[in-house]
């Protein structure tokens, strides 16, 4: 069964930076397209970026472009989210997941896999 774990969230101040971590155990993540989705409170899970299988594609969120940088580390069988500038609007639970194909439109149900998710809370 595909397992993803994501760390490295946290407490950033506006203007901050958090790399978060998307792991995986059992299986190789070179064979999955990984995105990455944040859900605020009150709000619909939303999604922020995506990395193809061959890290040829790499598509962003308006909301984050410019901002947020995702990679994948084929060694370390982890993909990461760079997050630079974050604003108080960034404050959300940030899901990475697992699926054949990363397209712009961030469609949840095509993916397959989902980690526990990690909390980012910008504020002053």
């Known amino acids: 069964q595909v397992q993803l774990a994501e760390s490295g969230g946290g407490l950033a101040q506006p203007g901050g930076s958090l790399r978060l971590s998307c792991a995986a155990s059992?299986?190789?993540?070179?064979?999955?397209?990984i995105g990455w989705f944040r859900q605020a409170p009150g709000k619909e899970r939303e999604g922020v970026s995506c990395?193809?299988?061959?890290?040829?594609?790499?598509y962003y969120a308006d909301s984050v472009k410019g901002r947020f940088s995702i990679s994948r580390d084929t060694a370390k069988n982890t993909v990461y989210l760079q997050m630079n500038n974050l604003k108080p609007e960034d404050t959300a639970v940030y899901y990475c997941?697992?699926?054949?194909?990363?397209?712009?439109?961030?469609?949840?149900?095509?993916?397959?896999?989902w980690g526990q998710g990690t909390q980012v809370t910008v504020s002053s």
């Open positions: 059992v299986f190789t993540l070179d064979y999955y397209a």
């Open positions: 990395i193809s299988t061959s890290d040829d594609d790499k």
């Open positions: 997941a697992a699926s054949p194909l990363c397209y712009s439109d961030f469609v949840l149900s095509e993916y397959d896999h």
